[in-house]
């Protein structure tokens, strides 16, 4: 049955004060905001038959009169509450009860997430009978107020206070915020609050809701040994924790950005602790042992070693991006009186924590690392997966682009036998649209389907927009202008608008090519400018206008509802890779770069002969002839060669597993390194890659054991950056045979290498090669590999 609460009263104790009086304050201004009816508050039940809210602690509810006391209430645990309805024939009352305030606002948060709801109605499916309390102590999300983000940097206090409340009513009772300096610039030109005020405002919009403060604080000053920086250091966090009203406790990570030794590191924190403990005498500091660089062993060693000397003031160990140990061998190597929370990437697409699995590189060249991912299956998995080794998590985010899995987190951290169904259910019904969440539900599922597998075989993509261009029809007026549903809208029409693309511009590139083809009779020069007339196709005459055009819109419309940043020079993104992902919709999806690279080559050469043999080199690249093999380690086909060791549903992070990874930073390679290279092809953006002593393993069945063979190999070098990125690398075969070692794999570019296979390495016609980094940056990247028959050189063709 329904309860029909649209003139319920809702009762709680005259006494009730703080989070308590907030969590009523809460119920009744949600619903006057999304229905416009704002129900009555009394002290005591009334004298008439209405349906009845009953909302309190324990507490304050045992103190007030017969009929408003509970006697029924079960043993609550923390932070718990119980919600329950009571329908009988002259009243129908609905009962939240805390077992303290925060417990309250949760109970309050579940029951607008199960109302149905509507202009002028409220209803309630009965009966309801929830006792519940969190499995996790801490969760919450981190709101970075700075030019970084993709759409906080625009928003103003009470867009924070509405975002903070959503997360609450869904259970986190942590905010992570940030200090003014940071590893961004200090100011944006969206910024409508001065850094400093805006971290103490949100201070005291979180103490409002009684949930915990957290600050991410990374050291950096450039010399911690130096007087004077130490003194600058501590003056500005004295001011900040002077100014804040609450403050729960400090994150302080190890790199990323930071750059001290651990035992420095500690000695740095233990007076930070001691300045923070007299302004905030409960507060405490916690540390992750994120590390970029060469010798993260000995780093890990010396962290390890400050640890276990148990120092007073530390608060906890935080397991995050970049922290190489995995979370259960990483909480059995710290002392057990320390909590370990997780500080998860729900953000980023790849180059991450957690990227996508096997991420389609069409998506990965035009959305980008940062783009809107709703990615609800996956997240329950990273979660639930690691859920026993830590107290909980306060995600690591960069704007709103993952708003869903924000919630699924909560929910997840409140219990993890909550169905990611239901949580998307609520989103959709209290979020966006109470008559439409079931269709909502659907669709915010389809887009993570649109990612699974290649795009151009993925025929739901096209159903997908389907349903969000239905429930676009359907909805109301509201519903458009909802952030929400405008964000998950503008996927659906861009997922539709690059696979439209890829199969038009494939068809190009393959028309081109045959052009080239035709190079003997037509002649070289001809058939060059007929091929790059054919690729020019693709900016002459664009496909998939439509699509494009309600994106930019959508852009646009969200730039103006949510400060969503989408594009850098009409919204001011602070760069295509933080979630200007309309800035990349029309990158090319095939390889027209390379291959413009290559009918440059052809018109300088200096007669037809040679015009010929380049025509043909080119149109060959990949062609390992007869008896050959050869594979793009990064495509789906090529991956399927390389041993998975614990795969993505054990190894989410890929701390122990080979991936496929995308290296964007080649296409930004200058134009004559880029001719020097012979043009960068797409098989060198995605690759496969390796973290740590990860290796990559690629096997070979139906060898010729009578044949020597020649490998050739493409390394990808990875993105120069402030610490060195150069890796070294060594080539056995079937685990006896060094084939080449160290191999320097320089940052930012490309190394190609060819060996000799002895026949003596192949076994019963099985081949087995290893790659593994031996010493430097940690990610191994390996793009390509041909075996070849040895025909006496070493030339792969």
Request: charged share 25%; proline share 7%.
């Amino acid at each position: 049955m329904d309860i029909d609460l649209t003139r319920a009263v809702v009762v709680c104790s005259g006494e009730a004060a703080g989070v308590e009086a907030k969590a009523v304050d809460v119920l009744i201004e949600e619903l006057a905001f999304r229905t416009g009816i704002e129900l009555s508050r009394l002290f005591a039940f009334p004298n008439h038959s209405v349906p009845v809210i009953v909302i309190g602690t324990i507490e304050s509810l045992s103190k007030m009169p017969n009929p408003a006391r509970p006697s029924f209430v079960p043993y609550l645990k923390a932070e718990g509450y119980m919600l329950r309805t009571v329908c009988e024939e002259s009243a129908q009352t609905v009962w939240i009860v805390g077992a303290e305030a925060r417990g309250v606002l949760y109970g309050v948060g579940k029951l607008l997430r199960r109302l149905r709801w509507g202009e002028g109605s409220i209803r309630l499916k009965a009966p309801l009978d929830v006792i519940t309390a969190p499995y996790s102590t801490i969760r919450g999300h981190q709101l970075g107020y700075r030019p970084k983000n993709n759409a906080f940097d625009a928003w103003d206090t009470a867009q924070f206070d509405r975002y903070i409340r959503e997360l609450a009513l869904f259970g986190a009772n942590s905010i992570e915020i940030l200090p003014p300096r940071t590893d961004d610039h200090p100011t944006g030109p969206l910024m409508k609050v001065e850094p400093l005020e805006m971290m103490v405002r949100l201070g005291e919009i979180i103490d409002s809701y009684g949930l915990d403060t957290w600050i991410w604080y990374p050291n950096m000053g450039e010399d911690y040994s130096d007087p004077e920086t130490i003194r600058a250091e501590l003056e500005e966090r004295e001011r900040i924790f002077r100014e804040l009203p609450h403050i729960h406790a400090l994150f302080v990570p190890g790199s990323d950005p930071g750059k001290l030794e651990p035992d420095p590191l500690f000695a740095w924190l233990e007076q930070v602790a001691k300045l923070l403990q007299r302004y905030h005498p409960k507060a405490k500091i916690w540390v992750s042992p994120q590390i970029m660089r060469y010798d993260s062993a000995s780093w890990m060693e010396a962290f390890y070693r400050q640890v276990k000397a148990e120092p007073e003031w530390l608060g906890g160990i935080v397991f995050g991006p970049h922290v190489d140990v995995p979370l259960p061998e990483l909480r059995t190597l710290i002392p057990g009186k320390y909590p370990i929370r997780r500080y998860e990437d729900i953000t980023h697409n790849y180059q991450c924590q957690y990227p996508v699995a096997d991420w389609d590189l069409p998506f990965a060249l035009t959305l980008g690392r940062e783009s809107c991912n709703p990615r609800p299956n996956a997240q329950k998995h990273i979660h639930n997966l690691l859920a026993p080794y830590a107290a909980g998590n306060i995600g690591y985010s960069e704007g709103i682009n993952d708003d869903l899995n924000k919630f699924v987190w909560c929910d997840q951290d409140w219990d993890p036998e909550t169905p990611v169904a239901e949580t998307l259910g609520d989103y959709a019904r209290w979020f966006i649209d109470s008559e439409r969440a079931m269709s909502i539900t659907e669709g915010l599922f389809a887009l993570e389907e649109n990612w699974v597998g290649p795009l151009a075989e993925n025929e739901k993509v096209e159903k997908t927009l389907q349903k969000w261009q239905r429930i676009e029809r359907e909805a109301p007026a509201r519903v458009h202008g909802n952030y929400r549903f405008q964000m998950h809208l503008l996927r659906a029409y861009y997922d539709v608008c690059i696979k439209r693309r890829l199969h038009y511009e494939a068809e190009l590139e393959q028309a081109a090519r045959d052009a080239l083809r035709q190079a003997s009779h037509a002649g070289s020069l001809t058939a060059a400018e007929r091929a790059e007339a054919i690729l020019a196709q693709a900016e002459e005459k664009p496909i998939a206008r439509f699509y494009r055009e309600r994106c930019e819109k959508l852009a646009d419309e969200l730039f103006r509802s949510i400060g969503y940043q989408l594009t850098v020079s009409r919204h001011f993104a602070r760069s295509q890779g933080r979630g200007a992902f309309l800035d990349t919709i029309d990158a090319p999806l095939n390889d027209i770069r390379w291959l413009r690279t290559q009918l440059a080559i052809v018109r300088e050469a200096d007669d037809e002969e040679q015009r010929l043999a380049l025509i043909d080199r080119a149109l060959n690249r990949t062609n390992p002839g007869p008896g050959g093999f050869y594979d793009h380690l990064g495509s789906y086909r090529g991956f399927r060669r390389i041993d998975p060791g614990a795969g993505w549903r054990n190894d989410p992070g890929y701390l122990n597993s080979p991936r496929i990874a995308h290296a964007m930073h080649l296409l930004s390679i200058p134009e004559a390194r880029q001719r020097e290279l012979g043009g960068i092809p797409l098989a060198w953006i995605a690759h496969a890659n390796a973290l740590l002593d990860t290796p990559i393993v690629v096997r070979y069945e139906t060898l010729d054991p009578a044949v020597p063979y020649i490998v050739k190999v493409v390394y990808i070098g990875e993105t120069s950056g402030k610490t060195p990125r150069d890796c070294w690398v060594r080539l056995t075969a079937n685990d006896g045979f060094v084939l080449d070692d160290e191999v320097a794999v320089k940052a930012g570019g490309v190394t190609v290498r060819e060996c000799k296979v002895p026949v003596e390495a192949i076994r019963g016609g099985k081949l087995k090669l290893t790659f593994i980094r031996t010493r430097g940056f940690k990610r191994l990247n390996v793009a390509e590999v041909w075996l070849l028959p040895d025909k006496g050189d070493l030339h792969a063709g």
